[in-house]
């Protein structure tokens, strides 16, 4: 009989090779991972549609709408950059006395370009994962058409306690995900309808380019809520000066973030996903880590679905006792 510290290497030594497989095999395991989760988000969109018309032509119609859907979120996000970007541009002389009235300071003041740099890149690379696009896409309608016949193909392979527990799980795993969807698009809404309101109100220019840039961001929870508080504040200093007008703008935005998405966000998401809020902000960390930006997104419900899993297990209770709040989600 092998002793517990064997065993103990063993897990560890397993538990390094998972992660680095998770990222050296991110180039086919990310695509696959957005298909799954897209398929758990519009599989009820195809049911519903499966009760009003043949099976393949709601399969067509949710397939559309979720392209629907996403191709807007993509428009914005490419819209949102080069409205930076241009935005930028305009301000190359409120950069220029910014940086000479800073020369004197310790350190130095990023100049236009320092921050176009980046700007660019990212608009760059947005159009650079069409590729990848078209993947997500071409997997996730595959896997749509298959998905009524999944619990057969389980129940004929396995016996029934295998093919039940498993279906079940599957559903748990994609009422978690579902709820985590609808919570974080009412959160995102909110706090860029209401950062973009007190931009206006402040009388900051490109307030709507803040109000989208604070929705988008927050689909990360907590660091892009942090992220996006910087970008209008820099640009408050660049509009009116080093007056009293750039730290209203960060106190008013930096509120608004706390209370919705650094607050209300997490309480949210452990409350429907059972994660305590440490465990969110160390999974999004991790797969943003693994898997970039794309990873940070869906690295909430990833790790839930990966909690529920383990509940299931024996060997692996204690693992989702841990990560959730009370009780594992398989005893729920």
Request: with cysteine; aromatic share 10%; net charge neutral.
């Amino acid at each position: 009989m092998a002793s517990p510290s064997r065993h103990r290497l063993l897990a560890v030594l397993a538990t390094v090779a998972v992660i680095w497989f998770v990222r050296a095999a991110a180039v086919v395991l990310m695509p696959l991972a957005f298909a799954l989760f897209l398929v758990v988000l519009f599989d009820p969109l195809r049911e519903w549609l499966c009760e009003r018309m043949p099976d393949r032509v709601a399969v067509g119609v949710a397939f559309l709408v979720a392209a629907g859907v996403l191709g807007v979120f993509g428009w914005a996000l490419s819209e949102t950059l080069s409205y930076a970007i241009t935005g930028l541009e305009a301000y190359g002389p409120q950069f220029e006395s910014l940086r000479q009235r800073a020369e004197a300071l310790p350190g130095r003041l990023p100049d236009e370009s320092d921050l176009q740099g980046p700007l660019r890149r990212a608009l760059s690379s947005v159009w650079s994962v069409a590729g990848a696009i078209v993947l997500v896409y071409a997997l996730f309608a595959l896997a749509l058409a298959e998905v009524p016949h999944w619990g057969r193909k389980l129940r004929d392979r396995f016996d029934d306690p295998v093919s039940t527990a498993a279906v079940d799980t599957t559903k748990r795993v994609a009422r978690q995900v579902q709820r985590f969807v609808v919570v974080q698009t009412a959160t995102s809404v909110a706090t860029g309808v209401l950062t973009g309101l007190f931009c206006w109100a402040m009388g900051l220019d490109l307030a709507l380019l803040w109000g989208l840039l604070a929705g988008i961001l927050n689909f990360i929870p907590t660091i892009g809520s942090i992220v996006s508080v910087v970008p209008p504040v820099v640009f408050a200093i660049l509009q009116f000066g080093v007056g009293w007008q750039a730290p209203v703008v960060l106190v008013g935005i930096g509120l608004i973030q706390i209370v919705l998405g650094a607050y209300v966000d997490p309480k949210l998401q452990g409350r429907y996903l059972e994660l305590s809020a440490f465990v969110v902000l160390v999974s999004i960390t991790f797969w943003g880590w693994a898997w970039g930006i794309a990873g940070a997104f869906i690295a909430v419900p990833l790790t839930a679905a990966i909690v529920v899993a383990l509940g299931e297990f024996e060997e692996t209770e204690w693992v989702a006792r841990l990560l959730t709040r009370d009780a594992p989600p398989a005893e729920r």
